[in-house]
């Protein structure tokens, strides 16, 4: 079919579906259709057109053109499939928006059941209060979804106790190529026959499967070909043994788990679940001199039965050195293991873990392996699993175009085999000169090993390939599996008949003819597959490619390398059940092209590929940028710290360069200057933005929205009443001097904080300065005038440089001003000042950091303050969260005798800065206050106080629950004996 006649067929599709179809060349609909072009392998390709279905009409309707249209559908959920099985150029048919609620549950029966969208966490978050749980746990566990687990038949780190996707699905409802819906389940002999005597579609496949399974030829191909029967990881090609184990009844679920979207679409899912866990939880964490060591301990660790046994090498754990999360999760590490082999027990009480771990430790001894054994228990465990779960994004973090690759990382052996397989793995990678990381699932025998290797270069790529036909060789030599948890796809399925020999593969073929004729449902995936080696995410080398940034991007090598950094892994698509910073706008949307993976792929694919002088001039950039509010939170939550608020700020700077800088960004970024204008009349400007007409005006006229209040300007500013105040003599804190940072927020808008500031440090016997500085240059980043913003930070090191030290600190009120000094300065400063920049950010503190500091060294006494019970609901501003710094607020808080703070789970507030004030972003500015924050607030009792040291995080607060929250030096000064007892 030619494009135009493809474009009027999709047009017309359009036109019967509920939900919305991307395939045009509209900015938005390339912005879409480039989005989806990847997942979290190393493939790449646009796909025809992507659909959003609202219902299962939907899906009906896509059958039925696919069938028509001779195109194919594929199915996906959250898009972390590592085998490249939701990349090609069909119909990209995204069921996660709609198809996500749990739809009944069986407490009594432990079942559950739910449509495609659910994701794991979640749906064991709404199981936890029933005292049951869905076992398979993948590393992706907070985003993956019901409908990929099948897919894929995921397993995950306690895969040894709780079991894989397919021992868990009991019945599936399944979209067929006619569009006919059947229900797969377990049958017995009787059902089995009505089966095969059906007329429809249903039939024709039971009666053809019954004619392939029952051919005495192809058992004994399936039985000679299959992995070994002790193997649990096993998911090459389609489970054709064990849907013709006679021993068990008969379900086509088994075959649907881990078929790829290739069979069918599947629209709800019946699931087994377990009882939850005991209570207890302790890791044994094993240290290792080598990688072999730590699989014979896992051997060892295997025969006392733990619940996991997972293994981290030296790659990994040296990843998280420095990084601005996983540095905190390094406290359990001895020495500088070569592997770390984390092997879990659950008991009633911690005597009965200790007992377990203890047994297991005293054999490893005993055997002379490893050379330490704590054991770590409670939430720190956590912690521990939290660096084996970000395996995968951290080593992203490796400089340079040689790269982990997923491609040999899914092979599975018994674990008795492991040891000799992966040394003989070590040599097969030896003769090609690479080096990999290993972890993962040792207790399972499928350990991740990711080879080095430079894709953008053909010797990478003939390399990539080779590896992969050697390790096929190997896992025949240890009758493994290819496929352990990640599935085929178009990665390994060329090498099929190698792994399982030809005649399986025929029989593979076969299925797909029987329940696919026309390969409408995820052609070329499992079989049939195009060369592994083609359409990759990177086919050129990038390194001659030189782009001019106003920012600094050398310790990330460039701007295109960060958005390189992006695996894919999806990080990013956690909702705020999970919990966390990232991606307010994901959480709040639920769509692919607002998440931080779009955006760096976005900006990865022109900044590669655009032929344009200002490689950032596209609109479709602009479009994925629209709705980032700049949290941060992928700096820190990212594991491969993919940065989009510093690339955000950097595209727009060129963007408008070449497109000119809308008339609101200008005044937004200006902000400081109306504030200072509006200062000097200050009582006619608020009676002028709290007159009903007038802001009206004000807020068309700068594209506000009319909702939204706007900020109030006090009657002075804090400089002017600072500068009135009478000097004071210190001598109660060693007579210690600080430099109070009067932000452009503080200094015109919450001039009472400022003060309450100013007035609590004081009583507290501090000598409190102001220096001269300009504003922080907050409002300037936020709208991408970076050239400004780069002569504000020159100007304050400059200003700052030689009176800020450790012993008389920078503080700061305002947590998106003062963490400009630590953030942006030391990447957006001439490099004469660079060395300067970075001093000046290690005695930049903000006040809740600075007085934490003081109560911990003693020099601020739990007695100057009153002692009464009061209770304090904590939302910790986004930057803070960024930089690790709530704990420091919630513990100055509950200082004073009797105060106890309880930390909102929030993300986001959802105001952003400006963000919540423009109208177009003000209905997402809500939805995001809306998903834990407001709705917190609106239920807490008036006599608990609410927290927040964030300026627009009290404004949402204020504007979205009628609440007023206090910046926590109003609480403390409230709390204060103004007289020192």
């Not at 220096?771 to 922080?776: G, K, M, T, V, Y």
């Amino acid at each position: 079919m030619g494009v135009y006649k493809m474009d009027e067929s999709l047009l017309t599709l359009s036109k019967t579906l509920k939900g919305p179809i991307y395939y045009d060349d509209s900015t938005q609909h390339q912005t879409i259709l480039r989005a989806y072009s990847t997942d979290a392998s190393v493939y790449q390709e646009r796909p025809l057109a992507v659909a959003i279905p609202k219902d299962v009409a939907d899906l009906k309707a896509l059958i039925t053109f696919a069938s028509s249209g001779g195109v194919t559908l594929i199915p996906r959920t959250a898009g972390t499939s590592l085998a490249g099985q939701v990349v090609g150029q069909g119909i990209v048919v995204d069921v996660s928006k709609h198809f996500n609620r749990v739809l009944e549950l069986n407490v009594e029966e432990r079942w559950v059941r739910v449509q495609p969208g659910v994701i794991r966490d979640d749906l064991n978050a709404y199981l936890k209060p029933y005292g049951l749980m869905f076992g398979p746990e993948t590393s992706t566990a907070s985003r993956a979804m019901i409908g990929g687990m099948v897919g894929n038949n995921s397993s995950g780190l306690h895969s040894i106790s709780w079991g894989d996707t397919r021992s868990h699905l009991l019945s599936a409802n399944v979209l067929l190529d006619d569009g006919s819906e059947a229900v797969f389940e377990a049958v017995d002999e009787g059902t089995l026959f009505s089966k095969l005597t059906l007329t429809n579609r249903e039939g024709d496949i039971y009666r053809a499967m019954n004619d392939l399974l029952s051919n005495p030829v192809n058992q004994e191909a399936i039985k000679a070909g299959y992995p070994k029967p002790s193997l649990t990881r096993r998911n090459t090609g389609y489970a054709l043994d064990l849907l013709g184990d006679t021993t068990k009844p008969f379900n086509f679920c088994k075959l649907l788990a881990g078929s790829e979207g290739t069979l069918g679409i599947l629209t709800e899912a019946k699931l087994n679940l377990l009882p939850l866990p005991p209570k207890e939880i302790g890791l044994l964490c094993i240290h290792c001199h080598t990688l072999i060591e730590s699989l014979h301990a896992n051997i060892v660790a295997l025969r006392h039965h733990p619940e996991a046994s997972e293994l981290v090498d030296k790659y990994i754990m040296d990843f998280t050195k420095g990084h601005p999360t996983y540095q905190y999760n390094r406290f359990f590490i001895e020495g500088d293991p070569e592997a770390l082999l984390m092997v879990e027990f659950r008991g009633e009480t911690l005597e009965e873990v200790a007992a377990k771990a203890n047994s297991l430790r005293q054999e490893l001894r005993t055997q002379g392996l490893g050379y330490a054994h704590p054991l770590i228990t409670g939430p720190q465990t956590n912690l521990v699993w939290d660096v084996r779960k970000a395996g995968l994004g951290l080593i992203r973090n490796l400089p340079g175009d040689t790269q982990p690759v997923n491609l040999i990382e899914d092979c599975a052996v018994s674990p008795e085999d492991l040891p000799a397989y992966i040394t003989d793995l070590q040599g097969v990678l030896t003769d090609h000169g690479l080096n990999a990381s290993y972890y993962a699932h040792a207790g399972a025998g499928e350990l991740h090993v990711e080879p080095l290797i430079n894709l953008k270069t053909a010797e990478g790529r003939r390399a990539f390939r080779s590896v992969l036909a050697e390790t096929v060789k190997l896992v025949r030599k240890y009758n493994g599996s290819l496929s352990g948890e990640h599935g085929d796809g178009r990665l390994r399925g060329e090498f099929i008949a190698n792994a399982l020999g030809k005649d399986v593969y025929q029989l593979l073929q076969q299925v797909k003819r029987i329940f696919d004729p026309s390969g409408i449902f995820n052609a070329h995936k499992i079989v049939d597959t195009p060369p592994m080696d083609k359409s990759l995410r990177y086919e050129q080398d990038t390194s001659s490619i030189k782009i001019d940034t106003v920012f600094d991007f050398s310790r990330q090598e460039s701007i295109l390398r960060l958005s390189e950094k992006c695996s894919g892994s999806g990080d990013c698509r956690k909702t705020h059940i999970t919990g966390g910073t990232m991606c307010p706008s994901y959480m709040a949307t639920r769509e692919e092209k607002d998440t931080t993976r779009a955006r760096a792929n976005m900006l990865r694919q022109f900044l590669t590929h655009s032929s344009k002088a200002n490689r950032f001039d596209h609109p479709e950039i602009k479009e994925v940028m629209d709705l980032c509010l700049s949290c941060k939170g992928c700096k820190t939550e990212c594991p491969s710290s993919v940065d989009i608020a510093k690339m955000k700020a950097e595209f727009l700077q060129h963007y408008y360069d070449a497109n000119g800088t809308p008339f609101r960004a200008w005044v937004i970024a200006n902000f400081t200057k109306s504030q200072q204008l509006a200062s000097f009349f200050p009582r006619l400007y608020n009676a002028v933005i709290h007159h009903k007409a007038l802001s009206a005006v004000v807020k068309r006229m700068l594209g506000f929205a009319k909702d939204r209040s706007l900020p109030d300007v006090g009657d002075t500013t804090l400089r002017k009443w600072v500068k009135k105040q009478r000097p004071v003599s210190q001598t109660g804190t060693r007579g210690r001097q600080v430099y109070l940072f009067c932000d452009e927020f503080t200094d015109y808008n919450d001039v009472s904080i400022g003060q309450t500031t100013y007035r609590l440090l004081t009583a507290l016997g501090y000598e409190v300065k102001l220096a001269r500085h300009l504003e922080s240059g907050r409002t300037y980043l936020s709208k991408g005038l970076l050239r400004k913003a780069k002569e504000i930070a020159n100007r304050n090191v400059r200003y700052l440089k030689d009176i800020v030290t450790a012993e008389t600190p920078l503080v700061g009120i305002e947590p998106s001003a003062i963490l400009t000094f630590r953030d942006e300065y030391p990447e957006l400063v001439d490099k004469e000042l660079v060395a300067d920049a970075y001093k000046l950010a290690g005695n930049a503190l903000l006040i809740d950091e600075f007085l934490a500091k003081e109560m911990e060294s003693g020099y601020i006494q739990r007695s100057r303050f009153e002692g009464a019970p009061r209770d304090i609901k904590l939302h910790g501003h986004c930057y803070q969260k960024a930089f690790h710094l709530v704990d420091k607020t919630a513990k100055i808080l509950a200082f004073p005798e009797g105060y106890r703070v309880e930390v909102i789970p929030s993300g986001c507030c959802g105001m952003a800065g400006s963000f919540g004030y423009e109208k177009e972003h003000y209905e997402v500015s809500m939805k995001v206050g809306e998903l834990v924050l407001l709705p917190t607030v609106r239920k807490t009792p008036d006599s608990i106080l609410i927290a927040a040291p964030g300026t627009s995080c009290r404004h949402q607060i204020k504007d979205g629950a009628g609440r007023k929250a206090y910046h926590p030096v109003e609480i403390l000064w409230e709390a204060l004996h103004k007289k020192e007892p």
